[in-house]
């Protein structure tokens, strides 16, 4: 099924989207509201969402990793940077 002009317009958006959404305070609700007033025929967010996450599915596989509990640990850190404090000097 070859997609509508409208469909072609929304995903031609969505590489900036990604990249947009990699700044912090940044929100996929915000990046629609930009779209929308650039687009007022556009799709409303519920569709803008669901597009958004078949667009991700598709341009990002994710692969499944088989380990052993306790084997090794995962840190997934999203925001600041947090900063080490030593407690006798103060030092950053």
């Known amino acids: 099924m070859e997609p509508t002009e409208r469909e072609k317009t929304l995903y031609a958006v969505f590489p ?14 915000r990046l629609w509201q930009k779209y929308f007033e650039q687009y007022p025929e556009g799709y409303q967010s519920t569709a803008f969402y669901k597009h958004d996450n078949l667009y991700k599915n598709r341009s990002h596989p994710s ?7 306790g084997d090794k640990m995962f840190i997934d850190f999203a925001g600041e940077k947090l900063e080490v404090v030593d407690p006798l000097t103060r030092e950053i």
């Open 63 to 69: 692969m499944h990793i088989v380990h052993k509990a």
């Open 16 to 29: 900036d989207v990604e990249k947009q959404l990699k700044f912090p305070c940044e929100t996929l609700h």
